[in-house]
C-alpha cells in the first residue's frame, strides 16, 4: 500500500506532466522529452522536500534548485506555478514576445528561478557557490542541482564536482537525469559518459542509484542524502525520456521537437488516463 | 614623481583593506594568487578566500552562486583565462543573470612579457565590452585602481577590472577621486586630446610634454571606465580640440579605441587615430621591448598626435 503522501506527489508529478504538454503544444517549440523524465523528482522536491515560500521567494534561508539542464525549463516552470510562485494560466506565454517564461529559465524575470541557466554545464558550479555561502554564513539551506546525462559531457561539469568534494560540500545534492538521451542519439553512441556512478563516486562524492520514476525512492534518496556529512550527494536518477506519454518516451526526436495540437491531445488524454485523482488542489506541506 | 606601482600589486592591497570594512566581500582564485596578488586577502582573511585550482570555468560559476547567495565575489585570475576559457561562464552565469561578481582579472596585455602571446591578452577589453550589464574598469595607477575596486564593491551588478602586470608611476594628484564612468581630464590641451586608458596614460603624460615643446598642446584624458563610457568628455574633447588619439595596451580592434570611434562616428566625427596593438597576437621580451615594438609608448603616441593634428587642419 503506498502511502497518502507519495500518492499526492505521483498525482502532482501527472499533472506537472500535463502543463508540460499543454504549454508545450501552446508555445509550438520546447524540450518535451527532458522535461518528462524529470517531473517526479521536481514533484517531490517541490511538493515535500524544498524549504520554500512562494510568498516570499527570496528569503535567505530558502532552499535552493537549479535546474541546470535548463531546455527543460517546462518542468520547472509547471511546478513553480502549481506551487504559487506565479498564476498557472501563465504557462500558456512559454516562449512568447514578453513573456516571463522564456525559452530556457531567467532568474530576473521569474520569480522562483534560482539561476538563470541554458548554456549547459554551468548550473553545478553556481550551485558550489550558493553551498559555500550557505556554510561561510551558518545557515542550514540545502542546495539542490539537476543536471542532465548529456549534460555531463561538458568539462565544467568535472571542474565542478572536484570543487565540490574538496570543500565537503554536504549541503549540496544532486540528481542526474539518467535517461540515455540527447539530441543527436543515445547518450552512449554520441559519447558515453559511463560508468556515471563511479566517476561521481571517483570524484569524491556520496552516489546512490534509484528509478527516478518511483516516487518512494526519491524521497527515500532524498532523506538518505541530507544526512551524509562532509562529502556532496548525487542520486543517480534512472529515467525514461518522455515518461508518462507513450509515443514519446524512449524517442530521441522528442527532445526537442513540440507536440502538434492532435499529439498533445493524444498525451494530455494518455496523462488523463493516468491520473489517479483529477482536479487534485493543495500544496505540500514542507521539509 | 614617486615610484612605481603595479595596479595587479595595489589590486591586493585594496582587496584585502576592502575585506576588513565589508564582510560580504569573499575572494576566489584559480591557482594564481601570487601573482594576481590575491594572496594579499587569504592572508588575511583565509575564511572567505577559495583557491578553485586551474578550473576557470568553475571560478566564475563559483563566483555566481555566492552572489545569487548575497556575497560580493572578487574572481582574478590572468586576464587571458578570465574572459578566454570562461567567457561563456561570464556571459551566461554572469553577465545575463545580472549577478553581482566582479571579475578583477591580472596580467592583461604585452607588459606580461616574457611568457609571450600566449598569455598576453589584447581582446579582452572588446569582449567584456560586448556583452550588456557588464562595467569595465581599466584602472591607470594605484589610485585608480583603489577606486575601481572599491567602487565595483559599491555597484550592485558585474564588474571587470583589468589590471597589470607591470609597475607604473602614478598620474594623478592628491585630491584625485574615482567615480565611475567620469573621465578624468589630467592636462589640458587645445590642439589635440589623448584618451588612453590603463599603463597608457602614463605614457600619454610624457607625450603631451614633448609635444608642448613642438607647439602642440595636447589634452590628456584617463579614461578608466570603458563602459559605461564618458560619452560626454569624448564629445567635448572632440569640440574643444578637433583631433583625437585614443591610447590603449589592447587591440585596436574593439576596445578603447573603438568605443570612442563610435561615439565621435555618430556624434561629433573629428580624426581620430588609435595607439594600440594593430590587430595582431603578443610575443615573447622584456615588457619594455615590447611596448617598443608595438609603438605603445610616448613617440608613438607623439607620432599618432602630430598624424590626427595634421587630419584636422587638412579638414579631413
Known amino acids: 500500500m503506498e502511502s497518502k503522501e507519495i500518492r499526492m506527489l505521483r498525482e502532482r508529478a501527472n499533472e506537472i506532466r500535463k502543463d508540460i504538454i499543454r504549454m508545450l503544444g501552446s508555445a509550438g517549440s520546447g524540450h518535451p522529452g527532458g522535461s518528462l523524465s524529470a517531473a517526479d523528482i521536481v514533484a517531490a522536491l517541490y511538493f515535500k522536500v524544498l524549504r520554500i515560500d512562494p510568498r516570499d521567494p527570496r528569503r535567505p534561508d530558502r532552499d535552493r534548485f537549479i535546474l541546470s539542464k535548463g531546455h527543460a525549463a517546462p518542468v520547472l516552470y509547471a511546478a513553480l506555478a502549481q506551487r504559487g510562485y506565479f498564476p498557472r494560466e501563465e504557462l500558456g506565454t512559454l516562449r512568447r514576445l514578453g513573456s516571463r517564461l522564456q525559452g530556457h529559465p531567467d532568474m530576473k524575470k521569474l520569480p522562483g528561478v534560482e539561476m538563470s541557466t541554458g548554456s549547459l554545464g554551468q548550473g553545478l558550479s553556481v550551485a558550489n557557490g550558493m553551498a559555500l555561502a550557505g556554510k561561510l554564513d551558518g545557515m542550514d539551506y540545502r542546495v539542490y542541482v539537476l543536471l542532465g546525462d548529456g549534460e555531463i559531457q561538458e568539462g ?58 518511483d516516487m518512494a525512492q526519491i524521497l527515500g534518496a532524498l532523506e538518505r542524502a541530507s544526512a551524509v556529512k562532509g562529502k556532496p550527494q548525487m542520486i543517480v536518477a534512472e529515467t525514461v525520456k518522455g515518461k508518462g506519454v507513450s509515443f514519446m518516451e524512449n524517442q530521441v526526436g522528442w527532445h526537442g521537437v513540440a507536440p502538434k495540437p492532435e499529439e498533445a491531445e493524444r498525451a494530455l488524454a494518455e496523462l488523463e488516463g493516468l491520473c489517479l485523482r483529477p482536479g487534485l488542489e493543495g500544496e505540500g506541506d514542507g521539509r | 614623481m614617486s615610484g612605481k606601482t603595479a595596479t595587479r600589486e595595489a589590486y591586493g592591497r585594496a ?53 545569487a547567495a548575497g556575497k560580493i565575489p572578487f574572481a582574478s585570475t590572468f586576464a587571458v583565462f578570465a574572459t578566454g576559457r570562461a567567457f561563456d561562464q561570464i556571459r551566461n552565469s554572469v553577465a545575463y543573470a545580472g549577478l553581482n561578481v566582479k571579475i578583477a582579472a591580472t596580467h592583461a596585455g604585452v607588459t606580461v612579457g616574457e611568457d609571450g602571446g600566449s598569455h598576453q591578452s589584447v581582446e579582452d577589453i572588446a569582449v567584456m565590452r560586448s556583452l550588456p550589464n557588464l562595467t569595465v574598469f581599466v584602472p591607470a595607477d594605484e589610485a585608480e585602481t583603489f577606486g ?53 596614460v602614463a605614457a600619454a603624460l610624457k607625450a603631451a610634454s614633448a609635444l608642448a615643446g613642438e607647439g602642440i598642446e595636447a589634452r590628456v584624458v584617463s579614461m578608466h571606465t570603458i563602459k559605461p563610457l564618458d560619452v560626454e568628455a569624448v564629445l567635448s574633447a572632440a569640440r574643444e580640440t578637433g583631433a583625437l588619439v585614443t591610447a590603449e595596451e589592447h587591440s585596436v ?64
Not at chain 2, 586577502?41 to 568553475?58: L, S, T, Y
Not at chain 2, 583589468?162 to 581630464?185: D, E, N, S, Y
Not at chain 2, 573629428?270 to 590587430?279: I, S, T
Not at chain 2, 613617440?299 to 587638412?314: E, H, T
Open chain 2, 15 to 67: 582587496l584585502a583593506e576592502l575585506g576588513g570594512y565589508n564582510k560580504r566581500v569573499v575572494v576566489l582564485d584559480a591557482d594564481l594568487s601570487k601573482s594576481t596578488k590575491t594572496a594579499d586577502f587569504a592572508r588575511v582573511f583565509p575564511e572567505r578566500f577559495f583557491n578553485m585550482g586551474v578550473a576557470e570555468q568553475n571560478l566564475i560559476g563559483t563566483a555566481a552562486g555566492l552572489a
Open chain 2, 148 to 200: 575601481a575596486v572599491r567602487a565595483a564593491a559599491e555597484i550592485d551588478g558585474p564588474v571587470y577590472i583589468r589590471l597589470g602586470r607591470a609597475g607604473v608611476p602614478p598620474v594623478h594628484g592628491q585630491g584625485f577621486r574615482f567615480v565611475p564612468g567620469k573621465a578624468v581630464i589630467i592636462r589640458e590641451g587645445r590642439d589635440a586630446a589623448i584618451i588612453a586608458t590603463g599603463i597608457m
Open chain 1, 156 to 213: 565544467q561539469v568535472w571542474e565542478a564536482a572536484m570543487a565540490a568534494a574538496h570543500y565537503g560540500l554536504d549541503n549540496l545534492t544532486a540528481f542526474l537525469d539518467h535517461n540515455g538521451m540527447q539530441i543527436d542519439g543515445p547518450v552512449a553512441e554520441v559519447m558515453s559518459p559511463e560508468p556515471v556512478s563511479d566517476k561521481w563516486r571517483a570524484f569524491g562524492w556520496d552516489v546512490q542509484v534509484i528509478d527516478g520514476h
Open chain 2, 253 to 316: 580592434i574593439g576596445g578603447l579605441g573603438g568605443a570612442v570611434c563610435e561615439a565621435v562616428c555618430q556624434l561629433y566625427p573629428v580624426p581620430v587615430k588609435r595607439v594600440g596593438l594593430p590587430d595582431v597576437f603578443g610575443e615573447s621580451g622584456k615588457p619594455e621591448e615590447l611596448l617598443e615594438k608595438f609603438g605603445l609608448t610616448p613617440s608613438g603616441i607623439a607620432d599618432a598626435v602630430r598624424g590626427a593634428v595634421k587630419m584636422k587642419k587638412a579638414g579631413i
